[in-house]
């Protein structure tokens, strides 16, 4: 019986989770309330808080889902066997067009990307530090199978994260659309190069 009220309560929270989603992107984060997404879902408020203690948290799960999307997709290309030259610039590019579909074309998500840089930095930290653990767990097999060279891999990955964040950060990808500079490929090129064996 226990677990049929925990598979409940999961689904629950789920279900909030995806109409928040929803309504973040149809009329925005600030102007939706707790009130909006429980109208929605044919609940009170009071119940959304049973599951949420804020607007705050909710927006906190969401973005930690959308985020999560993209660290798991980047998990999936790091396990794969296959030559690791291919498989790290399939890792970059695919970080990159996963944050600009999620959120430069779209306003209001990316408003709520905004929001979570200025209020939920933990959220954004955790995400953050977890590419650049994947992306040095890359340079690990590359430097393993000969095709990089890195004395030391933290700073290799910091590095490497560093040189990517026009294309890695939601809010940089949207501001240097426009903007004269290298392309993707041209950044992933520098890259690999910077971390290609010296002989």
Request: charged share 25%.
């Amino acid at each position: 019986m226990a677990l049929i009220s925990e598979h409940i309560e999961v689904d629950t929270r789920d279900r909030i989770l995806e109409v928040a989603e929803r309504l973040f992107r149809q009329i925005g984060y600030q102007k939706t309330t707790v009130g909006d997404i429980a109208k929605e879902l044919r609940m009170s408020p009071a119940n959304v808080y049973r599951f949420f203690e804020s607007k705050k948290a909710i927006h906190q799960a969401v973005a930690r889902s959308l985020m999560g999307e993209v660290e798991l997709e980047a998990q999936r290309i790091v396990a794969r066997p296959g030559p690791v030259l291919d498989r790290f610039r399939e890792l970059l590019t695919t970080i990159n067009r996963m944050n600009t579909e999620r959120y430069v074309g779209d306003n209001k998500l990316h408003e709520m990307v905004e929001i979570a840089m200025q209020e939920d930095w933990d959220v954004c930290v955790t995400h953050m530090e977890c590419v650049a653990g994947m992306i040095g767990q890359m340079i690990a097999q590359g430097v393993a199978s000969g095709e990089f060279e890195a004395p030391d891999l933290q700073l290799a990955a910091l590095c490497s994260c560093t040189a990517m964040m026009r294309f890695f950060h939601p809010q940089m990808i949207a501001q240097c659309a426009t903007k004269p500079g290298p392309n993707i490929d041209q950044m992933i090129d520098f890259v690999i190069a910077g971390l290609s064996p010296r002989h």
